[in-house]
């Protein structure tokens, strides 16, 4: 808030780009505002100065700018608001609250208007923790408010340098979030804390010891991702596929399955339709953790492929400094990203109107070191107050023609710790999720022991041997025992790597269920079953595949559980 | 009356470069040549430099030809006399009638906000078993034809706009064969839905970059109906691959750093802001696209039907004729196909399953080994699926396809074959004694 605004004025506009001849000084990434003859006040982004040329990445359509319009310095970084009422929002790349964009310019987007990302009418049950006296640092408690079934921190602003000696404390009561609940001392100055903070999107939020090994699983109650391509807490994984081979559909699975505390949407540059599934129906899907809705563990951060490239940009960091602000509350967080691809496609947007020296496919030569450093910003972390926080991060890939040799797709393998790999193949022959069995990879740990897990992958390995040798010679040519490890090796595809998301018993299959689902497979991959033929054995199989199907449908632990259990063993005691 | 500059500095492609101030990004512009007057619209401002795409192309442009600045950006006249009315691409009218001048409104508007919007609802009947039972149309979806060139796209396009009931369909012809627009006319005509329709048409032989206009000219208009007016509306866009190659040749012209094959790097994101308009609203209308992009050399991958594939909400893939069932996809199917029948999504499944597995077998008996009685049985329904479901002269409802799909199962298989839940089995496995009677 400096009394004398910086101001300049515009020389250039290419695209979302805007150069500005400014007339004092300016700061890299500093928020700019181009106010055009329409009274249109349009925010944007310094992103590089050169001599008294500063050029803005504008976050609007810059239709109707002209040379000579007059642009607005704030000297504030790119920010968000941090404070109880994150949840259950859904917000623009920009932390502009979409559903109440609605209600001031009705069905389409408006540009140059912004509106208060949090309530601050409403108010929220405080009750203090820090005492007069404390001396506190940046992150550490003050108090706290009920925000659904979470205690929401109301901690010292991250910001703050040094130590802090608590002055004054509110009592408990019902404040809204720009109340002071507290004051605080460093050497002379004395500071108000309310429950509302802000931060800059671009810098990670280090309050914490130190960063941990993740190892606990982070059950998404997917099969094929629990047992066979695991995901721990404070991890990150990548969904790399074609377009349609179920990227998104496999998101929304994990957002409405995955056992974390706060799930965070980060709807990247891909169609606005798929959120809206989200926000119509997460407010009355239930929570079967919480029993209650889901929309109250989750955040929504929209920027769909028709809204401004540059905010899509910014929306990538808006998401996971939301993640890291629940995270220093000692939640887990999960943030989807769909799709980090888009991300990487603002990025070179931009790259191209600077006229940078491109690196493959045009994408800017440092997209490998933005890429880490948004995965870095995941990890198990242990507060200061011995508590521990974690923000996993999943981010889909679109790679351009399904080409996993591309830049983007390349830049996530070398920083994540799983990798999914969504197969083309698979989708077209409709074996959902299509996550490829054979390609893809994890270095965290499975909630099946890995000698289990690895003679199960033995034999998906050697039936797609033998498939790969009976395309040579025939299945008259393949011996009846290397056909029945063929055979073995497409019922575990059938009934365990595949799952039927839109189902509602099967799409759920909590830890405990897999681990005992798996054992029968096992026994089943260990049987040594005799046919007089292969016809006998393929419609053996068949038969049993028919019985396991229908016992992924049955509740879990239920009466038709347990009878479709008997129904197998004896299936498989009498099969030959 | 705004000023008239006449001192071109540089001609380059479709691009110009004049001198001038006070201009805005994004506003229109006549320059006027030896060959005529075009509209021009600005792409890029640079201190006192201005760039302008020519969208009747610079041929004939001489460094003192006229150009004057209209203070606004290309616009519509947002009315319902724009109905039975045929535009060409710049939005001069190409029928007989008046220009339009009332009510304009800009084209190439922002974006619907994603709050105000609704999971869609409405199946779109097509007859096409290929398209009913196993990619569902919907009302509100946007979803194009991939096809190579000399298939039967427009026909298709055509075909499915007829059966559609929706109020208003508005047609952007982009590099439309002259022959094309005539037979969207006759068949338009033909059913009676002209006066019920709005053209905007920029043929083959016209300027390549004027077909830039036309998806945003159908789109503003369609949006206008659909907000002010709750219609729905279908906009049909043939073909949106000479869109990308007009946009293709603007950005090599101003040097823009290719991404793919000489697409620009933002080809994406100028496909979204137009088939992100498809949108379905609580309290108004709704729009819906149907597209064509033609693959040059029948590649998926090709930049154009990659970047149309990951916008756009499923595509039907049209090879020889046929819809294949391979690569086609309508994303928006189970909105819709849980509530047409308990058995539609089942079938739709396992009857592409099976006949991915009779592929397999296919490909086996190409290479001679002998075929087991299982491969038999997917062979026989392989030929029972592509005569019944997918021939695009098949024309029945979508529950007469559901049950000639079950009769179709039960003349090949046994019913733990197909993989079907048991329960569904029950209910709808046809009758022994009828179902293996005839064919
Ligand atoms: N797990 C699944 N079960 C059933 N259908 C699926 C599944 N995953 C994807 N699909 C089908 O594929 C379509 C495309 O999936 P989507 O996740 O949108 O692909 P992507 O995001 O990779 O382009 C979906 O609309 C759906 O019809
Ligand atoms: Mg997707």
Not at chain 1, 1 to 21: E, F, I, P, Q, Y
Not at chain 2, 90 to 102: I, S, V
């Amino acid at each position: 808030m400096s009394d004398m605004l910086l101001t300049g004025k515009v020389t250039g506009v290419n695209g979302n780009m805007v150069s500005v001849a400014f007339d004092d000084r300016v700061t890299q990434n500093e928020v700019a505002f181009v106010l055009t003859d329409g009274n249109d006040r349009l925010k944007g982004e310094v992103i590089r100065v050169r001599g008294r040329e500063a050029d803005i990445q504008v976050f609007e359509s810059t239709t109707g700018i002209k040379v000579g319009n007059k642009v607005e310095f704030s000297g504030q970084l790119l920010s968000v608001e941090l404070g109880p009422g994150l949840l259950t929002q859904v917000y623009d790349g920009l932390q502009n609250p979409l559903p109440e964009l609605a209600k001031e310019a009705g069905y389409f987007l408006k540009r140059g208007l912004y509106i208060y990302p949090l309530d601050r009418e409403k108010t929220w049950d405080y009750s203090p923790a820090a005492k007069v006296g404390d001396c506190l640092k940046a992150g550490d408690t003050i108090g706290s408010v009920p925000e659904g079934i979470f205690t929401h921190r109301v901690m010292l602003p991250f910001a703050w340098a040094g130590e802090w000696e608590i002055t004054w404390t509110a009592e408990a009561g019902a404040y809204n979030i720009d109340t002071v609940v507290a004051k605080a001392k460093n050497g002379d100055e004395e500071r108000n804390i309310t429950m509302v903070q802000t931060w800059p999107v671009k810098i990670p939020i280090s309050c914490y010891d130190e960063k941990l090994m993740p190892r606990e699983p982070l059950v998404t109650q997917v099969r094929i991702i629990d047992t066979f391509f695991p995901v721990a807490k404070g991890g990150t994984f990548c969904t790399p596929g074609p377009f349609g081979a179920g990227k998104t559909v496999l998101q929304h699975a994990l957002s409405q399955r995955s056992e974390v505390d706060i799930v965070i949407v980060a709807a990247c540059g891909e169609r606005a339709g798929e959120v809206v599934e989200i926000l119509r129906e997460f407010p009355h899907l239930e929570d079967p953790r919480t029993g209650r809705h889901l929309i109250d563990r989750t955040i929504i951060i929209c920027n769909t492929s028709s809204m401004p490239v540059a905010a899509r940009e910014a929306s990538i960091y808006t998401s996971v400094t939301l993640a890291e602000y629940y995270r220093q509350m000692g939640l887990s967080v999960l943030l989807l990203a769909d799709s980090t691809s888009r991300w990487a496609q603002a990025l070179r947007e931009m790259s191209g109107r600077l006229e940078e020296i491109p690196g493959e496919e045009a994408f800017p030569a440092y997209l490998e070191s933005l890429v880490a450093s948004f995965y870095e910003r995941a990890g198990l972390v242990r507060l200061r107050d011995g508590g521990q926080g974690s923000i996993t991060i999943c981010g889909s890939v679109s790679p351009a023609g399904g080409n996993f040799e591309e830049p983007v797709t390349q830049a996530t393998l070398k920083v994540v710790g799983s990798f999914l790999a969504l197969s083309r193949d698979r989708a077209n022959a409709r074996r959902y999720p299509a996550i490829h069995p054979l390609d893809s990879w994890s270095k965290y740990h499975s909630i099946v022991p890995k000698d289990k897990i690895n003679e199960a992958r033995a034999m998906l390995r050697t039936g797609n041997e033998v498939n790969q040798m009976m395309k040579v010679v025939g299945e008259e040519g393949t011996p009846t025992s290397d056909f029945v490890q063929y055979l073995k090796s497409e019922f575990i595809d059938a009934v365990y790597l595949q799952q039927n998301t839109f189902d509602k018993v099967d799409s759920g299959c909590g830890a405990e269920r897999q681990q005992h689902v798996f054992d029968k497979l096992l026994d089943i991959i260990r049987h040594k079953f005799t046919f007089p033929d292969k016809d006998a054995a393929r419609s053996f199989f068949q038969r049993l595949r028919q019985d396991f199907i229908d016992w992924n449908y049955c509740p879990w632990e239920s009466d038709t559980f347990k009878a479709g259990e008997e129904k197998i063993d004896s299936l498989i005691k009498n099969g030959k | 009356m705004r000023k008239i500059y006449h001192r071109i500095i540089q001609i380059s492609g479709n691009v110009i470069t004049v001198e001038a101030d006070n201009v805005a990004n994004g506003e229109l512009a006549e320059v006027k040549s030896g060959r005529g007057t075009s509209l021009a619209q600005v792409i890029r401002l640079d201190k006192g430099r201005v760039f302008l795409q020519v969208f009747a192309g610079s041929r004939g442009i001489s460094t003192d030809s006229e150009v004057r600045f209209l203070g606004h950006a290309m616009r519509v006249a947002a009315a319902d006399a724009l109905l039975g009315r045929i535009f060409s691409g710049n939005g001069q009218p190409r029928d007989k009638g008046p220009a339009l001048q009332e009510n304009l409104i800009d084209i190439g508007g922002p974006s619907v906000n994603p709050a105000n919007r609704i999971i869609p609802r409405n199946m779109i009947r097509t007859g096409l078993p290929m398209i009913d039972i196993f990619n569902t149309l919907v009302e509100s979806q946007k979803l194009p034809i991939f096809s190579v060139a000399g298939e039967p796209y427009n026909e298709l396009l055509a075909r499915i706009a007829m059966q559609a009931e929706v109020d208003l369909i508005i047609l952007g012809g982009m590099g439309l064969k002259y022959d094309d627009y005539l037979y969207f006319k006759e068949t338009l005509d033909e059913h009676g839905a002209l006066s019920r329709t709005v053209m905007f048409i920029h043929t083959a032989s016209d300027p390549i970059v004027e077909c830039l206009l036309v998806p945003d000219m159908a789109l503003a208009a369609a949006e206008h109906f659909a907000t002010n007016e709750g219609k729905r509306v279908l906009v049909l866009l043939t073909d949106m691959t000479n869109f990308c190659d007009a946009l293709k040749e603007i950005a090599i012209t101003m040097e823009q750093i290719p991404s793919n094959r000489g697409y620009p790097g933002d080809l994406y994101s100028q496909l979204a802001a137009r088939y992100e308009k498809a949108v379905d609203f609580e309290t108004a209308g709704s729009i819906t696209i149907l597209a064509v992009t033609t693959m040059p050399g029948d590649d998926v991958t090709h930049p154009v039907p990659d970047n149309t594939g990951y916008i756009t909400e499923g595509q039907f893939y049209l090879v020889n004729g046929r819809i294949e069932p391979f690569g086609s996809l309508s994303r928006l199917k189970q909105q819709v196909n849980s509530e047409t029948r308990a058995d539609h999504r089942a079938l739709m499944d396992n009857m592409i399953r099976l006949y991915a597995e009779y592929k397999e077998s296919v490909e086996k008996q190409s290479m001679g080994f002998r075929m087991s009685n299982w491969d038999d049985k997917l062979l026989k329904y392989g030929a029972m699926f592509e005569q019944r479901m997918m021939d695009l002269s098949v024309n029945i409802p979508l529950e007469e396809a559901l049950d000639l799909g079950w009769k179709t199962l039960a003349q090949c298989f046994e019913p733990a074959e197909t993989g079907i839940k048991s329960d569904l089995v029950k209910q709808f496995w046809p009758k022994s004694d009828n179902a293996d009677k005839k064919d």
